[in-house]
């Protein structure tokens, strides 16, 4: 199967580079994201109460739904504004970082432009749905 | 001006990267793993906390709940984390990319055990230990 040949992305201040300069600084604010919900966790009692598991999922997205199955009786100070923010943020960096990551994957093996293109504009309202969705789920619970 | 690219699927598969290959390869898999995982339990848990007599949100839990599941997720999640956290480095340290094979022993060096300890704990959990 031969596949059309297409322009590479051009070089320069543009759209591809800052979404390519967005991956990898979120990608530092989410390691940043989980070193503090650990080291919070580790203050707030889960050296007791948590198992590595637990302290896991409350890394990737502090969230008291990740706190109510664990042996934490008071999950107050797990259910704070803060978190929440921290959550929300969790959730943008991660949302922008692995939905322009499937569209640049999808992308390599996509010749035609118009498929590209109408790809993209599904892919940001997909990743708009979800950022809502998940607000949703953050605040609510 | 651009460059063309003009390869085909086949001449892709062919073509012989090795190490660093191998951890573009998984990284892709990885990202797209966690992508589908992530968009799952945003749905699950959403469709569970607004109870509109849907068991939608149970049924998808059942997925990735699945220890087979969480063998191949946990893969995704670690080896994407780890591997990121060095091309992270190598980008925005330019000159480090001349030690980039270190670089990579480095990371499986340091993976292989996370992953090992991860997959311990959820076959023991899986085979109900």
Redesign the interface.
Known sequence: ??????????RGFNFDYLMWLFT?LS??AM?LIAIIGITAALLMSARQNMT??DLMRWA?MPNP?HVVNTNVTNIDAWKTIFWQLMGILMLFF?GGH??H??AS?LEDYISHTWIRNSLRILILLVWVA?SL??I??IV?? | MGLKRNVSLIEGLRYQGKGPMLTYVLHRIGGLGIVIFVALHILASWLSNHAWGSSAGIFINTIYENWIFQIFIFFCAFFHVINGLRIVILDLWPKLIEYQREAIWLEWFIFIPVYGIALFVIIRGGLGG
């Open positions: 199967m031969k596949t059309k040949p297409r322009m590479a992305p051009q990898r990608a530092l390691y590595v598991a990737f739904n991660a692995g939905l990551g499937l994957v979800m969705i998940g949703a789920v609510t619970s």
